[in-house]
């Protein structure tokens, strides 16, 4: 998988630049080029940690599809691929009522979230991490059971349609542990990360397809 890379557009440059005072006559133009610069840094490594993220929901998809569950299903069997289809959609529905909308939606509300809790005091750019590390920890138990059930799938009928819909549904949640950990790295970087991060868009909820 490619990295991407985000080039900064002359509106936007523009905008940062006004920011950084260049149109001040006290600022010289040399030190603002020199911040012009860090920052385009700054998004490179932005665009580098959010393909690591990528990269990891590709490795968790591939190894729900290859690798044995770490839970296998137990219970008292057997079990048909009608019990599957209905622990799926149990999953699913559990995934669907937590992440409550679009991709864009739920990344928006978790950083807001997040950015209520901040402090009032010297250390106000930091917020409760829990927010976002407790949706990482729920979503990844719901990708665990789901991984048992679309295991337990391809022993009863291999690669059939219920199969697919059990895949498509860990696609699903994978794609939000995603969104949650790009935003662990964002806020991890600061208040300035999250600023320049929200103005060019460079978070993973703001890019995602539905």
């Not at 005091?121 to 927010?131: E, F, M, N, Q, T």
């Not at 976002?132 to 679309?150: C, E, F, K, N, P």
């Not at 995603?178 to 300035?192: R, S, T």
Request: charged share 25%; with cysteine; hydrophobic share 40%.
């Amino acid at each position: 998988m490619a990295p991407r890379y985000v080039e900064i557009d002359s509106e936007t440059s523009s905008i940062l630049a006004d920011s950084l005072g260049t149109q001040r006559r006290h600022v010289r133009p040399e030190f603002a080029a020199h911040q012009l610069a860090k920052l385009k840094e700054r998004v490179l490594t932005y665009t580098e940690e959010q393909d690591q993220v990528l990269k990891k929901q590709h490795r968790t998809d591939e190894r729900r599809r290859s690798e044995l569950p770490d839970y296998p299903v137990i219970g008292a069997g057997p079990f048909t691929i009608a019990d599957c289809v209905d622990a799926v959609l149990d999953i699913q529905d559990l995934a669907v009522a937590f992440i409550d909308g679009t991709p864009d939606k739920f990344g928006m509300l978790l950083l807001c979230r997040y950015d209520l809790s901040k402090e009032n005091d010297v250390h106000y750019d930091v917020g409760d991490k829990r927010i976002l590390t407790d949706a990482v920890q729920y979503l990844m138990s719901l990708h665990v059971r789901l991984h048992g059930i679309q295991y337990l799938i391809w022993q009863l009928s291999q690669d059939c349609p219920e199969y697919r819909e059990a895949d498509e549904v860990g696609c699903y949640i994978t794609k939000h542990i995603a969104i949650v950990d790009d935003l662990l790295n964002h806020v991890n970087g600061g208040a300035v990360d999250m600023f320049e991060s929200m103005l060019m868009s460079l978070f993973l909820f703001q890019s995602v397809k539905e």
